[in-house]
């Protein structure tokens, strides 16, 4: 290597290092910087949605987007807790009547048993207009410009937005009935239609229908042409009769229910609701769309206050306010509290308040974190509450990045989600479950209570979620009607002197254990130890504290475990055929009701028999009364006393160890206003405000370029560059000598 190109290496190595210690930050900018100073909310998400039609849309990583532009007829109150519903789209509650099966009103009062069906009518509020879109655009004769397409007009087009004309109209009660018979189609899965069509009145019948009709479009056509490359003609649902829904006039709807089912107010606030303008199902319908990604699941089209403008997946996707959407007012009212932390100080303004969210996919939680922490995102990610969390547990351990959180007051609310984890018992199997015999049913009762006194849940609770989680003494967890009443079961705790409730001691446990026919672990009549199954499906880092935590739990009674660790799919097989004997399990609400989370033990309802969500098989006559009474009453105190004394025969029996809920947090950096943390509440995206100034100026402030190696570059060129320079001198000087042309200067 000569002078030269050593001095050159030297230099731009130099450069390079000075230039990534200079621009400490800048590689992580995730958005372009003069959006920085726009209304725009930005946030990452995890995984890209794989539904965005309502009809098919569920999972938690679609419903950001879903249930920003999709409007069902109702909602939840975005600040009242527990939770209220109250009208989205409609201009008042739906009213409900009752009707025997000779058609004739029956009373509010009349028992459920005598009710053939519940009417629900819904009055939508006139003026209320869809999203501008291409399905909507009509000729100057009033024709729809795009509905008759060929394939060779789609060429240039991948967006919606490529279509040089868009349109509008008013949204009708036709839009509402459209969507529920949508709910019937073959040719995507819906996962709500299986129970509504039990629901709805004739929603069933009219799936077969549709069915029917579909396999006869197929008829002469082969394989290819049917398939996800081919194409059948669009499926009018308007076409077929339907006597569950009725539209009254453009703005009323009437919806038959099966029997008395109040819950049915819950499914009116879910995207399966939403409605869906027969103009928009048509164009997405004609051949070539769904080739070039044309279709719902990609861009969906609402009257909710965004749309979606952007969909690169894998990359970004970019919500814009919808320029036709009403503005609702904030809120004026909200749950104890709210007012101190400034929750209404937007009463009445109309959202929503941010013009843009852009969110860009992130594979990896510490990326998420560290391009929050330096204020490129405001909220870390729109489909989970868990950073939020691990924010806090971080700052009470003072580890991490806890300083930063502090310095720069990042939020983080919290709340106890509507959800548990807990451990159930198989109530078909001979040891844990129900038993055959009046005296195998004592022995295994005691069995499951002394497991139950051993499961120190607060110590769960205190290593692995650091106290932000709370123990549940039943399945009427907190944030439901009810969960009042599930005192600590006196099953497992005494209650002390001064009130509190405390764990029994493991000598009662071990003397219930023995009195089951276990002493010391020991099957009483041939000297085995007991040996339990242990089914799970636990995966990921921290599961084998948790697993060897559970394994302390049975060592304190000398119970020995078989753990039983499958992958989920295998799993959901076992508890389908109820071949598990003891499990870990969790369940997220459908809605914030306490029957749906009682139907978890509803006999009816059992997995291994009915193919239900009681996977603990559980099977009490007396529940079972309760709950077929309970399910259709509203809040009042007659369903309370139910309720209670459901909660006393779960606790009595012992079908499950009730475990935990876990807190759901938010993250929200200083200038982000307006937020509220739930599980339960999908539709924040409009309550949120962003203080754009503010976060440009602390963006700056905490991602200042380190500049001072590029003053020290000279020195530090000069200390590398002077000693090469000099070996490079006395090389020269040594070849001289060598070659015998030396002088006495050159010396």
Partial sequence: MNFDTRLIRIFWGTAILSALLGCNGVSNEPVPKALLAENVLFSSYQESPKHLDSTSSYSNNE???????????????????????????????????????????????????????????LKIQPGILYQPHPAFAKTPDGQHRYLNLKESDLEDKRRPYDFEHMGTRELLAEDYAYAIKRLATPRIKSPSFGFLSEKIVGLGEYGKQIKT?????????????????????????????????????????????????????????????????????????????????????????????????????????????????????????????????????????????????????EKEATSVATKFIQGYYDIPQLERGEPGIGYQVSIQDGTGRAKELLERKIQLPSTIQVGFWHFGFNWLDPVVGLGKTPE???????????????????????????????????????????????????????????????????????????????????????????????????????????????????????????IRNTDYNRFQDKMRKGSAQFFFWGWLADYPDPENFLFLLYGPNSKAKFDGENAANFANPEFDQLFDRMKDLEDTPERAAMIARMIAIMQEEMPMLFGWSEEFGGAYHQWVGNGKPSNIIRDSLPYLKIDAPLRTSKIKEWNQAIWWPLAALPLLLLAVAWPAWQAWKRRQLQRAVQTGVATPRSL
């Fill in 63 to 121: 419903t950001p987007w879903t249930y920003a532009v999709y409007e069902p007829p109702l909602k939840y109150h975005y600040l009242k807790r527990p939770y209220e519903l109250e009208s989205r789209t409609l201009a008042a509650m739906p009213s409900v009547k009752f009707v025997n099966k000779e058609g004739k009103e029956l009373p509010p009062e009349t028992p459920a048993d005598q009710i053939a069906e519940s009417v629900f009518e």
């Fill in 213 to 361: 009709f579909n396999e006869k479009l197929k008829v002469g056509k082969t394989a290819r042409e049917v398939g996800p490359f081919g194409h059948l003609p669009w499926l009018d649902f308007r076409e077929h009769a339907f006597s569950g829904v009725e539209v009254i006039d453009a703005h009323t709807l009437k919806i038959r229910v099966v029997g008395k089912y109040p819950q049915f107010k819950y499914w009116l606030a879910m995207t399966f609701l939403s409605p869906i303008p027969w103009e928009v199902d048509a164009f997405y319908a004609q051949e070539g769309m769904s080739r070039r990604n044309l279709n719902p699941d990609t861009w969906p089209v609402g009257t909710g206050p965004y749309m979606l403008t952007e969909y690169v997946p894998n990359s970004r996707m970019e919500l814009v306010r919808n320029p036709n959407y009403r503005g609702v007012p904030y809120p004026c009212e909200g749950a104890p509290g709210d007012k101190e932390k400034g929750l209404l100080n937007d009463c009445g303004k109309k959202t929503p308040f941010v013009d843009k969210v852009v969110s860009v996919i």
């Fill in 440 to 562: 195998e049913k004592i022995r295994n009762k005691k069995l499951r209570q002394a497991l139950a006194i051993a499961f120190d849940f607060e110590e769960y609770v205190s290593i692995f979620e650091d106290d932000r989680a709370k123990v549940n003494h039943s399945v009427v967890v907190p944030g439901l009607f009810g969960n009042n009443l599930s005192n600590p079961n006196p099953v497992i705790y005494d209650k002390m002197p001064d009130g509190k409730f405390k764990r029994k001691s493991i000598e009662v446990a071990k003397k219930l254990l023995a009195e089951a026919g276990y002493p010391d672990g020991r099957d009483l009549k041939t000297g085995q130890p007991l040996v339990l199954n242990y089914d799970t499906q636990g995966v990921g880092p921290g599961y084998k504290a948790r697993l060897d935590w559970v394994s302390k739990q049975f060592a304190k009674l000398n119970v020995q475990i078989e």
